[in-house]
């Protein structure tokens, strides 16, 4: 079965920098659309960053600039790396995969059906 896995979440004070991966199974994910989402409490899951098939990324405009979303198709490897990290970035992060070739809005969690479990960033200020 389709399978995503992340990893490196942590804590980290602001200013900061993590990496989160997130290895995929099971599916060809490479012609798909995938991306990072994270959810704090209290508040809705909302859209971080995604990539395309050909590897263009989009991101929100909360982490423009700090935020960068890769992909390593040969080894099935989802990467988020988060500099400047802010306290409003505490969530859980979740990585997703479309399966769907298109997708309209691509930072909306309608668009992904196979999520991983989540991984937990805190930053302390």
């Known amino acids: 079965p389709a399978r995503l896995v992340e990893s490196g979440g942590g804590s980290v004070q602001a200013g900061g920098s993590l990496r989160l991966a997130c290895a995929a199974s099971?599916?060809?994910?490479?012609?798909?659309?995938m991306g990072w989402f994270r959810q704090a409490p209290g508040k809705e899951r909302e859209g971080v960053a995604a990539?395309?098939?050909?590897?263009?990324?989009t991101y929100a405009d909360s982490v423009k600039g700090r935020f960068t979303i890769s992909k390593d198709s040969a080894k099935n490897i989802l990467w988020l790396q988060m500099n400047s990290l802010k306290p409003e970035d505490t969530a859980m992060y979740y990585c997703?995969?479309?399966?769907?070739?298109?997708?309209?809005?691509?930072?909306?969690?309608?668009?992904?059906?196979?999520w991983g479990q989540g991984t937990q960033v805190t930053v302390s200020s």
């Open positions: 990539i395309d098939g050909g590897g263009r990324p």
């Open positions: 099971g599916y060809d994910y490479n012609n798909y659309w």
């Open positions: 997703a995969a479309a399966t769907r070739l298109w997708v309209a809005y691509v930072l909306s969690e309608h668009e992904y059906s196979v």
